[in-house]
């Protein structure tokens, strides 16, 4: 996607967010010397007491969005970093896809300018093909991933994801042979143990820092819990007190005043938000203007903020004006459904205006739509 094909959305997204802090700090009444930079035109979203490095990459705040499947891909992140994100990660790629040289595959390694730093990351079991499609990869991304943590069915009955780790011997041979190829640095995904009777995260982040991983996110819950239960945050702090690389907490935060809890709990260096973030990206630049306005108030109001319902409309639009620039009209409006009903949810006759997108292909008619909500 050339620069200037998406410099005209761009400017419309800056406005966006420009509108939704002006919202955010009236009703909060944060002043504006506390998030200064974040309306200039840099949109410097830095804050200093919580940058950290991965590799020589400097990461400028601690609020990183998640890889979600049929999700996150280069709409979601250039929204994502928009809206205060320090980095951003893909949705999973296919060790094999790229091995193979799958169209498919490549296409969700594309990052613009606008979505970075950015993380693509890899899933796979066989640590040659691993390192194989990590250096293929690399000149796209800032760093790479290898994912050890998914718990989606087919996913571990290819051995792979979660799956491994149930085999520490496999995870050091994986990661110390991608990060033997590659130049840029290299990261894990993964969770706190196979299920309750398997907690091996301590060892796990020892073996990835060991082979060379320059960082490790951690999703609170075991593979076999899937998203079940709650996120366990003590033990990730245990991993955090036995490895020098950063570490990124992750799992069952969805507010402001949760991310900062667990950031102060854990002592970890970023939290990733993932499913609280589906059709709320703002939620980003909650918690980063909270995380700055605590340097000068520690009494800042943790209430819930909703953006006016004509903000969220103008969201959806731009959203969907994205989706059709990377994906075309057909595609993007049938993508949009799940995201229409994200937006707006709760919000009266919403189910009935995503079930006149199943009737219509053209971008005027979804927007005439998203007018009527």
């Given at each position: ?31 504006s ?62 060790s ?7 169209k ?13 730093p950015?993380?693509l ?12 499609a ?13 994912n ?26 994986i ?104 059709g ?11 995380l ?46 799940k ?22 292909d ?12």
């Open positions: 996607m050339e620069k200037d094909l998406l410099e005209p959305l761009i400017n419309e997204l800056k406005k966006l967010v420009s509108e939704y802090i002006n919202q955010y700090c009236d009703v909060k009444r944060i002043q010397k506390q998030i200064s930079g974040f309306l200039n035109e840099k949109n410097d979203y830095l804050i200093r007491e919580h940058r950290f490095k991965i590799g020589q990459l400097e990461i400028i705040n601690p609020v990183i969005s998640a890889p979600l499947a049929g999700i996150s891909d280069s709409t979601y992140r250039i929204f994502a970093r928009a809206f205060g994100c320090g980095l951003t990660f893909s949705e999973m790629v296919t094999y896809g790229i091995h193979f040289n799958h498919k595959s490549y296409k969700l390694t594309e990052i613009t300018e606008y979505e970075r950015c993380v990351q890899l899933f796979g079991s066989e640590p040659d093909i691993m390192a194989e990590a250096k293929k990869i690399e000149m796209q991304a800032d760093m790479v991933d290898v050890i943590g998914c718990p989606v069915p087919k996913i571990l009955k290819a051995k792979s994801g979660g799956y491994l780790m149930q085999d520490e011997g496999r995870v050091e041979d990661v110390s042979k991608m990060a033997k190829v590659l130049k840029k640095p290299l990261t894990v995904k993964t969770r706190i143990g196979w299920n309750r009777d398997n907690i091996n995260i301590v060892r796990i982040a020892q073996i990835a820092e060991n082979s060379g991983a320059s960082a490790i996110t951690i999703h609170g819950r075991t593979v076999k819990q899937g998203f079940s239960g709650k996120a366990d945050y003590e033990t990730i702090s245990r991993v955090k007190k036995k490895v020098d690389i950063p570490v990124i907490v992750s799992g069952d935060i969805g507010s402001p005043g949760e991310a900062q809890r667990v950031l102060k709990v854990t002592g970890c260096d970023g939290v990733m938000i993932g499913r609280a973030s589906k709320t990206l703002w939620l980003f630049m909650d918690i980063l203007i909270h700055r306005a605590l340097r000068d108030d520690s009494k800042v109001n943790f209430i819930d903020f909703n953006p006016g319902y004509e903000w969220k409309k103008s969201f959806a639009r731009l959203y969907l004006q994205f989706l059709v620039e990377f994906k075309g009209e057909y595609k993007a409006i049938r993508e949009f459904r995201h229409l009903s994200w937006i707006f949810k709760g919000v009266r006759y919403i189910t009935e205006a995503r079930k006149r997108f199943f009737l219509i053209s971008i005027d008619d979804a927007l005439e739509i998203i007018d009527s909500i």
